[in-house]
């Protein structure tokens, strides 16, 4: 969907969630620069934007198993936007003094807005 900066922003979170603090922050590591994250963030709100974005599961018969697997995919989209939004802020990252989360354009709740979860 977008590219491998996007998924480097969502291995990087994960890799912070129960981990102990990075020796360096991760704004020092060239792939995941202020810049190279707030575009790959970028590019996922126009991929996520797109009305064929959601995969339909098409082979799933039952309408309300459907919407449910639908739902569930949208809010963990949500989810992960939500920790690299918030990483931005996170002193420890590095990224707050580049700006933090002011330079990316969209914010958690137009992301949820935009997916249609609520």
Do not use: N, W
């Amino acid at each position: 969907m977008g590219g491998p900066r996007v998924c480097c922003c969502f291995q990087a979170t994960s890799k912070m969630s129960g981990a102990a603090a990075p020796a360096a922050p991760l704004a020092a590591d060239p792939s995941l620069s202020h810049y190279a994250v707030a575009e790959a963030l970028r590019r996922f709100f126009v991929a996520v934007s797109s009305p064929d974005a959601l995969p339909e599961f098409s082979s799933i018969q039952s309408p309300r198993l459907r919407g449910e697997a639908v739902s569930r995919v949208a809010a963990s989209l949500v989810d992960a936007y939500e920790q690299v939004y918030r990483l931005l802020d996170d002193p420890t990252a590095g990224y707050a003094e580049l700006g933090g989360s002011s330079m990316v354009k969209h914010t958690p709740a137009q992301v949820r807005t935009i997916l249609g979860v609520i």
